[in-house]
Every structure is written in structure tokens, then in C-alpha cells.
């Protein structure tokens, strides 16, 4: 391949993982539409600063390791743009800056669709903006390693994009948005949660202290499962405020409960190696249809 192509850029933004970006814009989004109050501007700009947050993040990822020395011959995982030579660093680091330029524009896109509309004219927006900004390389370079990659994924995965998205077009946010941004974290976790539990030896080698790398395979198993399980039960909340009947709990939450069961039975079995790529393959898919049922019990 060669160096910095198109192609090899393509690869390094990793699209399988927007699927965790779009899903919580897509939740925010079909609540809002809901209660009537959907703005189409401010949830397209929403979905296109979530999508180019994770892009940047990827890259982040992608440099930061292999400055680090974590991308070793013994990486599980796909295949990275800077450690198999796609991309220079140099490359790499005006590309985060790109596309880190493109995310504050739809940021500024969104403040200027609400200035005025919202409590604080809008403000807020700003820090919270400043903040997934900040966090994109935090989480990087130093808190996903001591083990606090799961809390960041229930606020930047669940609370910041759920709320946030149904914030900019309702101008509040209630129990419901919050309990769903806790359902979209959960789910998405379990993203994360089978990465760590693969790369359970790379990271203990790395240095990098996982909830996996610290409590071991069983916990680490077990928390994967019990991830989905906690954000059915969640669901449950959705009934009792009468988003969701009961029919509409057992084919949307419940389904995704006994695929994402049969996932993490497949994991367990496989335990270690590449083959578990195909669990989060498996988990990414469940994640999204996760969403889509979600959105369609919502919406009709």
C-alpha cells in the first residue's frame, strides 16, 4: 500500500467503530422526534461532529501506540495505519488536526443553529465541546491506561451524545434522556470491554491496567455480560414512563438480550486469540441493532 494513500486513510478511521458514534445520535434523535420537537440541521451536525470525534480518536489511538511501542508483532487487533507504515506520524498528526478542525466547525455549526434557543445561549455547548475535545486525548494517553476506559465510554458514549443531541433541538434535558444515555453507554461498552478482554496479555505487558488486566479473564467475561444484561433491565424505566409497552421491550431490549447472550457464550469459548475478533465484529452488530429496535419502539 502506499504510504499516506487514500486507502490507507480509510483504514486508519476504522469505520466499523462509528457504528458507537452514530447509535447515540440516533437515540437523542428518535426521542426527540418523539415529543415533536426534531430539528434536522442540528441532528445532522450532531451525527457529523459524533462520527469525526471517533475518527479522530482512532488516529489518536493509532499514534499515540506507536509512539508508545504498544503496536508489537503479538497485536491482536486490526492491523494499525502507523505501525504497519500507511501512514507517516507526521501524516498522521496533521491528520488528527484536520479532522479535529472539521469537528470544531460542526460544533460551531450546531452553536450558531441555537444561539439564543437554549437556557444559556448556547454556553454550555462550548464546554461541553472543549471537554470531548480535551478527553479525546486524555483518554489516549493516560486514562485508558489505569482502567478508566469504561467510565469515559458511559459519559462520552451515553450521557454527552444521547443528552446532548436531544438538548440542541429540545432545550432541556429529562429522566428518559438519562436513563437512555445509560443504556447507549452500557451497550457500547461491551465494545470496549471484548477488546480488553483480548487483549488481556498486550496490555498487562503495555502497562495498560484494564479492568480485565486487573481482576482477570472471569471478571472480565462476566462483565461483558453483565454489561447488556444491566442495560435491558434499564429499559424497563422506558416502560414504567410509558415510552415503551411491554410488547415493544421484548422485541426490541430483549432480543438484543438473547443475541448478545449467545455473543458472550461464543467469547468464552474462543477465550483468546485473534479469534475473538469475531466476537466484537458480533458485539458491533448487536450494538446496532440495539439501537435500531430502540429507535423503532420509540418512534412508532
Avoid at 418523539?34 to 489518536?60: G, H, P, S, Y
Amino acid at each position: 500500500m502506499h504510504p499516506n494513500s487514500p486507502q490507507a486513510w480509510l483504514l486508519a478511521a476504522r469505520p466499523k467503530t462509528l457504528t458507537a458514534a452514530v447509535v447515540p445520535v440516533m437515540l437523542g434523535c428518535a426521542l426527540a422526534f418523539a415529543d415533536r420537537q426534531f430539528q434536522t440541521e442540528e441532528a445532522v451536525l450532531c451525527l457529523l461532529f459524533a462520527c469525526l470525534m471517533q475518527v479522530a480518536a482512532n488516529f489518536i489511538n493509532d499514534l499515540f501506540d506507536f509512539r508508545k511501542g504498544s503496536d508489537r508483532s503479538d497485536r491482536l487487533g486490526p492491523q494499525r495505519a502507523c505501525a504497519e507504515g500507511w501512514i507517516t506520524p507526521h501524516a498522521m498528526t496533521i491528520g488528527i488536526g484536520v479532522v479535529l478542525a472539521l469537528a470544531c466547525a460542526c460544533g460551531l455549526g450546531v452553536l450558531y443553529s441555537v444561539w439564543g434557543k437554549l437556557p444559556y445561549d448556547g454556553w454550555e455547548l462550548v464546554l461541553l465541546g472543549v471537554l470531548c475535545l480535551l478527553f479525546a486525548f486524555l483518554y489516549t494517553t493516560v486514562l485508558s491506561y489505569r482502567g478508566w476506559g469504561d467510565v469515559l465510554v458511559l459519559v462520552f458514549f451515553g450521557f454527552v451524545p444521547v443528552g446532548g443531541t436531544y438538548y440542541v433541538q429540545t432545550g432541556q434535558v429529562n429522566g428518559d434522556v438519562c436513563l437512555l444515555s445509560l443504556v447507549s453507554g452500557l451497550v457500547i461498552d461491551t465494545m470496549l470491554m471484548v477488546n480488553n478482554y483480548r487483549d488481556r496479555e498486550q496490555d498487562r505487558i503495555s502497562g495498560k491496567r484494564t479492568l480485565v488486566v486487573r481482576y482477570g479473564e472471569h471478571f472480565g467475561a462476566g462483565l461483558y455480560l453483565g454489561l447488556g444484561v444491566a442495560a435491558v433491565l434499564l429499559c424497563t424505566g422506558l416502560v414504567g414512563s410509558g415510552r415503551l409497552t411491554w410488547t415493544e421491550f421484548v422485541w426490541a431490549p430483549c432480543l438484543y438480550l438473547y443475541l448478545h447472550f449467545l455473543t458472550w457464550r461464543h467469547m468464552v469459548k474462543i477465550r483468546e486469540g485473534k479469534g475473538l475478533n469475531r466476537i466484537l465484529g458480533a458485539t458491533s452488530r448487536n450494538m446496532l441493532l440495539m439501537g435500531l429496535l430502540l429507535c423503532a419502539a420509540l418512534l412508532f
